[in-house]
């Protein structure tokens, strides 16, 4: 099977697709055009960004994307959806949608403590990010969903972020904090009792009252979350899930996906492919140019010959990133790895992506 073969399989076949990889090594246009191709295949896909560098608007061609699916015009059978991240409308979002009652939704949006952890919280933007894959999934409206996820080290943080969901809802002070009545306060722990006056001598005694109420105003939503986090851990270590690690044959790039792709092999999971991207063109086979002259004899030797010293001098450049990036490319084996040579400007429309499709999908 060849490596466009392999793209084409993932992209027939699979109902989600996670890209991966450093920052500007082109992982948001690889994730849009793997969706374009689902679309053109006749499937229903959405590409969803959850880097907050805002890529992935231009790439399709528009000014910008909401926090929920926006469709993408053009001719192709399926359809083309594509949105960006917003943490915060999610989370309010979701707030609305688990709430028992308007009034509990109202109560916890005006939160103190609320309003802190939906803005600037670290680790909120992975968790809504977990959310809203959990959400497009469940919607039935997509047949495949791509993620366009922030650089390697972030990513890793949006794969763990399901666990570290879990751990902390199985926590014991946020089990104390929920219950609902501030006769909990008495039954306390004594270390339990202690973290709060701590807290409460550095903080303020106003930050812990909003965090308790915040936390009781929580109760009944926090199984919601423990249930959905555990879903999509479920969804990501499934055989219809597919990681395409995204490299530039660049030494700190390849580092970064080396690194990836073994936390995906200690987490149970692999490479489904690797995208290149920016690689050198090859104008000539390798060891063509052995027997040719450096400049023959004539008018016209001296142009010759410089034309075979450039020749040379990229086959050469060449041959150095096939070193660079040879360690990855047996890092991921058996996934299929697709080149993309450097286009001559950057891509920024539906024309830019259809000639990265061409490449990547061989058509």
Known sequence: MTPAAGLSELVAERHVIVCCGSGGVGKT??????ALEAARAGRQACVVTIDPARRLANSLGVDTLPNTPTDIDGPWPGRLAALMLDPKRTFDDLVHREADSPEQAEGILANRIYRSLSTSLSGTHEYMAMEKL???VTSDEFDLVVVDTPPSRNALDFLDAPRRLTHFLSNRLFQVLMMPT???????????????RTIAKVAGA?????AVVFFQLFEGMEEGFRVRAQHVRDL????????VLVAAPRP????EAVHFAAKLQESEMSTAALVVNRVLPRF????????????PPGAAGADFGLMVANLRAVSAAADREEDTIAALVRQVDPAPVVRVPML????HDLAGLEEVAAVLFGS
């Open 236 to 243: 990501l270590a499934q055989p219809s899930t597919a990681f």
């Open 29 to 34: 246009t690889t994730a849009a055009v793997l």
């Open 284 to 295: 000539a086979t390798p060891g063509v140019l052995a027997g040719v002259p450096d400049a």
């Open 206 to 210: 106003e930050i812990v009252k909003d």
């Open 182 to 196: 501030r006769a909990s306060l008495r039954v306390m722990g004594v270390a339990a009792q202690a973290l709060l």
């Open 252 to 255: 700190d790039s390849v580092d």
């Open 344 to 347: 001559s400007s950057d891509v």
């Open 134 to 136: 959990h959400e497009l």
